[in-house]
């Protein structure tokens, strides 16, 4: 049958693969690889940078348990590319990023077929990791104002501030948050 592999259809692949048969993780690395590639190495230029995270999107695959349900392989390995893309510059802290639910950006995972929770957990991920970089200040407000549901004069009051410096740090932050949106459109949606 190995000789027929390459005939075969990716969800009949898909199957094979989650069974542990690496001819058939061949075959589907061969059809995938270059085109995950250029998506890597044109938003990272370092090739060896671009070939890890194209290794990693593979070894992501292979231990895949929900595989088989994947019903459109390679929409999903671009998304994988666009998120392993996101995940390095956020770690070499290149760019930065917002809230997922923001602008229908989940709204555009699910369009994609993508109705995977590690997309929506590296978002949110994501979204957590920015708020921490907001100033101190700024993060505290934030939080009592998004998290803890707080209004601008209940958050002035608990913290001996004016209601007006409240409101200008929540402004501040949205703004701030808007742009990282962005940023994140431009790479999860090029």
């Known amino acids: 049958m190995k000789n027929n592999y390459s005939s075969l259809e990716n969800l009949t692949l898909q199957k094979l693969i989650r069974a542990g048969d690496q001819e058939a993780f061949r075959i589907i690395y061969e059809r995938y690889w270059d085109k995950i590639f250029v998506i890597c190495n044109n938003r990272i230029p370092q090739k060896d940078i671009a070939e890890d995270l194209l290794q990693d999107i593979f070894i992501s695959l292979w231990n895949n348990p929900k595989l088989e349900e994947i019903q459109n392989l390679e929409a999903y390995l671009f998304q994988a590319a666009k998120f392993s893309i996101i995940k390095y510059l956020n770690r070499s802290s290149r760019i930065d990023f917002v809230d997922p639910n923001s602008y229908g950006l989940l709204d555009r995972v699910e369009e994609l077929g993508l109705d995977d929770s590690l997309c929506i957990k590296e978002l949110q991920q994501l979204i957590f990791q920015e708020v921490e970089r907001l100033p101190e200040k700024a993060k505290i407000i934030f939080n009592y104002s998004r998290i803890d549901h707080l209004d601008s004069r209940e ?28 940023n994140l459109k431009s790479l999860l949606f090029f």
Do not use: C, D, G, P
């Not at 002035?156 to 962005?182: D, G, M, P, W, Y």
């Open 155 to 182: 958050i002035a009051e608990k913290l001996n501030i004016s209601h007006r410096t409240v409101e200008n740090q929540i402004s501040k932050s949205l703004k701030h948050l808007r742009i990282f949106i962005n």
